[in-house]
């Protein structure tokens, strides 16, 4: 039975705000009278969304064998109904995770049950229920699927000051999410090495937000004007490239310390276009015990702090990426494709005639610079049992000109990819929170 709460607060003002736990009196007209109390400890308990029936039984009694009268009172007191003859708790109606029916729409539903004697005094028990997800087919699953809608922006967050350049970040994260150990997103936009522009690689940051990452676009350094030979063009692409491992390390060495932003260290994911889908591969490809075929390269490397770098303050913190999304990308020498090289989920048009998807010329800059695209990038990886999935566009002579479908496709590829890895085997499958009603 439901009671309605103005009665309640009228018959016993004490009632502290019409909720509470213990024992409470109103000043009784015999003098004799006792209050009743409750033998049930205050109900604290998490069930199962979709639950039918009873979830706790309840037990009050009379010192002076008065009849009881039994009330629901507080914030969700509608969500509950007590059966006085069985002692039962249940709710109205069966609790849905997805679309909760509590106040402050956070799963977790509060009221007090109420005794009354026939003297007027009375007795209250706090109610706590949490309803828990149950994964049901069609459910979306956090990480995987984009699970809300509101974003978090920060914006021009610097993460390193390199050749008198303070390079910057803007940061999405998801608003009313409470888990504070997630995986980020990194993307870096394309532009040739010539220039670059973080805003045109929103999209895919905030999609990754969306499913419940902590997700940057980032500034990288570029060379402003046409380079004169593949070794410029090459060392261009490795410069921009250490400023995406800086930006790596800066993230997980705030997800190792003071945390602010809710960082899991160890899922670090990096994405781009074109010239930032060039710097994706090479992040998840390259590492310190490769070995660098041109002699121009290896030598930039070894006078730069080796392929990682030295860029930005946090020199000390791993650079290793977990897994990349390169879209029209490409790296230097298959040769770097090892059992230390991370998830891959790469997509390509295959004509692409600017950055090819085999292994050819790029036709960007025109150097003469040989790069291997995805087409002959992912199969290395089959050759040493890595993790890998190539999205391929046969036919298409285009370059970065995916449809927004294709798009949809391939990130939600690349973040189930990501998700059935156990993000890097380090990230459990959580499930999705509540609905972020913010605006």
């Known amino acids: 039975m439901k009671a309605v709460h103005l009665s309640v607060c009228l018959f016993a003002l004490s009632l502290a705000a019409c909720s509470g736990g213990g024992s409470i009196e109103s000043p009784p007209e015999n003098p004799q009278n006792r209050a009743p109390t409750f033998v049930t400890p205050p109900i604290q308990i998490s069930v199962e969304e979709n639950i039918n029936g009873p979830i706790a039984s309840i037990e009050a009694s009379d010192p002076d064998g008065d009849t009881l009268v039994f009330s629901i009172i ?86 390193a000051t390199v050749d008198g350049q303070t390079l910057k970040l803007t940061i999405y994260t998801p608003q009313c999410d409470t888990v504070t150990d997630r995986p980020v997103m990194i993307v870096a936009s394309g532009g040739g090495f010539l220039e670059q522009d973080r805003e045109s690689v929103e999209p895919i940051a905030q999609d990754f937000a969306r499913r419940g990452y902590v997700a940057a676009t980032m500034d990288y350094r570029v060379l402003g004007r046409q380079p004169f030979d593949a070794d410029e063009l090459a060392i261009a692409g490795l410069t921009a490239t250490q400023d995406m491992f800086a930006a790596v390390r ?7 310390g003071a945390n602010p932003r809710g960082v899991r260290p160890g899922a670090i994911f ?32 070894a006078q730069n702090g080796g392929v990682y770098g030295t860029v930005g303050d946090q020199n000390e913190t791993s650079s290793l990426v977990q897994g990349a999304m390169p879209l029209s990308g490409a790296i230097f020498d298959v040769a770097t494709v090892d059992l230390r090289s991370g998830l891959l989920y790469a997509a390509h048009e295959e004509l692409d005639p600017i950055v090819p998807c085999g292994t050819d010329e790029e036709r960007s800059s025109l150097t003469g610079l040989v790069v291997s695209g995805a087409c002959d990038v992912v199969p290395a990886y089959d050759n040493v049992v890595q993790w890998a999935e190539l999205f391929l566009v046969r036919d298409a002579v285009r370059h970065v000109e995916f449809t927004e479908d294709q798009r949809r496709e391939i990130y939600q590829g690349a973040a189930e990819l990501f998700f059935e890895a156990g993000v890097n085997k380090s990230v459990p499958k959580i499930q999705t929170s509540a609905p972020c009603n913010a605006e």
């Not at 995770?97 to 109420?114: I, K």
């Not at 781009?272 to 930039?300: C, H, K, Q, W, Y």
């Open 74 to 159: 507080g914030d969700d007191a509608e969500a509950f109904e007590f059966d006085s003859m069985t002692g039962s708790l249940s709710f109205a109606s069966a609790p849905d995770f997805e679309l909760p029916g509590d106040r402050n729409s956070d799963n977790v539903y509060e009221a007090a049950l109420a005794a009354r004697d026939t003297g007027g005094l009375s007795a209250s028990l706090q109610i706590t229920v949490t309803v828990t997800n149950v994964v049901e087919d069609g459910d979306p699953v956090r990480y995987r699927d984009p699970v809300f809608t509101a974003l978090n922006v920060e914006d021009d967050v610097a993460f």
């Open 250 to 256: 800066f993230l997980r060495a705030e997800g190792e």
């Open 270 to 301: 990096v994405s781009g276009e074109s010239a930032g889908g060039v710097m994706a591969m090479l992040a998840a490809t390259l590492d310190p015990d490769d070995a660098i075929s041109r002699p121009a390269l290896a030598n930039f490397a």
